[in-house]
Structure formats: structure tokens, C-alpha cells
């Protein structure tokens, strides 16, 4: 729940900074050409940057093997994973490129 609030905040700041961005982008996922599901990307700015959100005690692993499989599916080639869970922001923003 907090992390739809924190994507929600990114948002606004985004508007108000005017930079162009989609909130909760569908992706299709597909094996053999056969549609396996749509994936929902938490923000994609100016098609360039997945930023995903979380807000957990720690990153760990599995949250980079996940934007990392965001990236590759998307054919987007660099993300931010964001953890609003810690003292200072900066420190819960990792990069993440392809």
C-alpha cells in the first residue's frame, strides 16, 4: 500500500517538474510468441527510465532481478529502484542499466 502512496507523490513531483511520464505502463510478457501476461511497470519516464518503487527494510536481490527483467522486457535500458524505507533517500536509490 505505501509504495502505491510513493509512486503517487513521484508522480505529482514529476508533473510539477514537467517531465513527461506514465504511471502503472502495461508490458506484454510473451514466450514462443504466445502472450503469457501484461506486466505493470510502476513508472516509465520519457520512455527512457523505469523507476521502481519500493519500500522495504532492505533492497534486496530479488528486487534488482526484477527491474532488471522489467528492463529486458520492456527494451528499456536503465531503471531506479527507489526504497522510501530508509533515513535518507539517497541512500535507498540504486541504478540499475542494462
Do not use: W
Not at 20 to 42: A, K, N, S, W
Not at 91 to 96: E, L, S
Amino acid at each position: 500500500m505505501l509504495e502505491k502512496i510513493y509512486a503517487r507523490a513521484v508522480c505529482i513531483e514529476l508533473d510539477h517538474a514537467g517531465v513527461q511520464h506514465q504511471r502503472e505502463r502495461e508490458i506484454p510478457v510473451t514466450y514462443r510468441g504466445e502472450l503469457l501476461c501484461q506486466q505493470r511497470l510502476d513508472i516509465v519516464v520519457a520512455d527512457q527510465i523505469i523507476l521502481e518503487i519500493k519500500s522495504v527494510e532492505h533492497l534486496n536481490p530479488v528486487h534488482r532481478a526484477q527491474l532488471t527483467s522489467y528492463l529486458r522486457i520492456s527494451k528499456i535500458r536503465l531503471g531506479l529502484l527507489l526504497n522510501f524505507n530508509v533515513a535518507i533517500l539517497q541512500d535507498g536509490i540504486k541504478r540499475v542499466a542494462l
